[in-house]
């Protein structure tokens, strides 16, 4: 059957200090509740939280990866930038600087990707231990 939904009309106020409140808030970052209030319901109501459990090692994976990822993104929009001004030159200096500049990037961009694969290879090693 369906619920019946009430409207949350009444207040309570609490003030607490800096120290309070940052503690408060680091035991919310611990759960998997995504709203302050909900959190505080729950509490306040003795009603089961969940904490958050978190693979340590799995997350600094991610943090990694996503760094990378960003590197990557950057160097694609390099090379990018780089073949639009290849399609646009119509000096022979001009064609010069293209390719030095290619060259810089190229190496730049074989040089993220060896990283890449080291930083996966020692995950791997790691994980299938």
Known sequence: MKEEQTNRTKWITVRVSEKEYTAVQKLFEGTTERKFST?????????????????????????????????????????????????????????????????????????QVETIEAYIRKTADLWLR
């Open 39 to 111: 959190y505080l319901r729950k509490v306040l109501l003795k009603q089961p939280l969940i904490k958050e459990v978190r693979n340590a090692s799995l997350h600094e994976v991610i943090t990694v990866l996503i760094r990378m990822q960003k590197d990557l993104n950057g160097l694609t929009n390099n090379y990018n930038q780089m073949v639009r001004k290849l399609h646009i030159s119509d000096t022979r200096s001009e064609l010069l600087a293209w390719i030095k500049s290619y060259e810089t990037e190229r190496e730049r961009l074989f040089f």
